[in-house]
Nanobody, 126 residues
Framework: QVRLVESGGGSVQAGGSLNLSCVASGNTNSITCMGWFRQAPGKEREGVATIDSNGGISVAESVEGRFTISEDNTKNILYLQMNSLKPEDTAVYYC????????????????????WGQGTQVTVSR
């Protein structure tokens, strides 16, 4: 079993930056894909960015060019660097891991996962 703990959320003004972190513990050798998802009030959860065991990356169009997903495999940490933040980026951001048997891009679109972190709030004001 894998446990995920996010950190790094907060409140920023539009145009600002935040860097989210997610520490994975437990049976980390079983992880195939990791990713970031978000859920805004009154909206369904959506994929932000995913990364597979080969380092391949998929990014949602809404954040492409502004958000960067990366990982430190030696420390089992997943990152999400968020730049040029917009008010519409306001949401609870979740870290997730999955076998992504259909690939990281399909997983990004599905926004479903085997394991989720507790979430971290990101609020962007005008």
């Amino acid at each position: 079993q894998v446990r995920l703990v996010e950190s790094g959320g907060g409140s920023v003004q539009a145009g600002g930056s935040l860097n989210l972190s997610c520490v994975a513990s437990g049976n980390t050798n079983s992880i195939t894909c990791m990713g970031w998802f978000r859920q805004a009030p009154g909206k369904e959860r959506e994929g932000v960015a995913t990364i597979d065991s080969n380092g391949g990356i998929s990014v949602a169009e809404s954040v492409e060019g502004r958000f960067t997903i990366s990982e430190d495999n030696t420390k089992n940490i997943l990152y999400l660097q968020m730049n040029s933040l917009k008010p519409e980026d306001t949401a609870v951001y979740y870290c997730a891991e999955d076998r992504c048997l259909l690939g990281r891009a399909r997983w990004l679109r599905s926004a479903e996962s085997d394991t989720w972190g507790q979430g971290t709030q990101v609020t962007v004001s005008r």
